[in-house]
């Protein structure tokens, strides 16, 4: 079973700073099988990154996926007051379907 | 465009269980997988399974096997999602959302609270 450990738990930054949240699988996983998603508060979560890079429909290109093997990252550039969130990664396992969140990071803007 | 509608918020007693819909519209119902994800109070996400629209087939989380049973009814375009058993740890919001490798779009979530 994949384990997803997200960091750091909370990111505390100003706006227009760059915010960059960490995702490290247990083992070599597959980028195509790596997203992102945000929840903000109130809200269901909604889809962000696909394929560890590929941005959803609608996203901004402030956001930005990188990453392979067991390390991924997710970069916010020029943050707003509106990206506060918890940004979660997620990973599909497809032998028997699965899906995995890691524990989530929570972005404060200042 | 896509649209995945539950149904209200549910308070069920411990050891009684909880059927909550989803009523996909804007796309082919039987083209895509659904999921079920649910919420626990200020916790993360957590995966309990998932449902082929078009074969009825299942995969569910170990942890919830024998507990959660996911149907759908091609003829409305729903999904359901059955929980047995419930117990105070199962109060959480419950979200179904479409896709099979990403999750593309989410339903507005179910609150299902468990409590005596």
């Known amino acids: 079973e994949i384990v997803l450990a997200q960091s750091p738990g909370t990111l505390s930054l100003s706006p227009g700073e760059r915010a960059t949240l960490s995702c490290r699988a247990s083992?070599?996983?597959?980028?195509?099988?790596l997203a992102w998603y945000q929840q903000k508060p109130g809200q269901a979560p909604r889809l962000l990154i696909y394929?560890?890079?590929s941005r959803a429909t609608g996203i901004p290109d402030r956001f930005s996926g990188s990453g392979s093997g067991a390390d991924f990252t997710l970069t916010i550039s020029r943050l707003e007051p509106e990206d506060v969130a918890v940004y979660y990664c997620?990973?599909?396992?497809?032998?028997?379907?699965?899906?995995?969140f890691g524990q989530g990071t929570k972005l404060e803007i200042k | 465009q896509v649209q995945l509608v539950q149904s209200g918020a549910e308070v069920k007693k411990p050891g009684a269980s909880v059927k909550v819909s989803c009523k996909a519209s804007?796309?082919?119902?039987?083209?895509?997988?659904m999921h079920w994800v649910r919420q626990a109070p200020g916790q993360g996400l957590e995966w309990m399974g998932i449902?082929?629209?078009?074969?009825?087939?299942?995969t569910y989380a170990q942890k919830l096997q024998g507990r959660v049973t996911m149907t759908r009814d091609t003829s409305t375009s729903t999904v359901y999602m059955v929980l047995n058993s419930l117990r105070s740890e199962d109060t959480a919001v419950y979200y179904c959302?479409?896709?099979?490798?990403?999750?593309?779009?989410w339903g507005q979530g179910t609150l299902v609270t468990v409590s005596s």
């Open positions: 959302a479409k896709g099979l490798i990403v999750a593309v779009a």
């Open positions: 804007g796309y082919t119902f039987t083209s895509d997988q």
């Open positions: 449902i082929n629209p078009s074969s009825g087939s299942t």
């Open positions: 083992q070599s996983v597959s980028s195509t099988y």
């Open positions: 394929g560890a890079s």
């Open positions: 997620q990973h599909y396992g497809n032998s028997p379907p699965e899906h995995t």
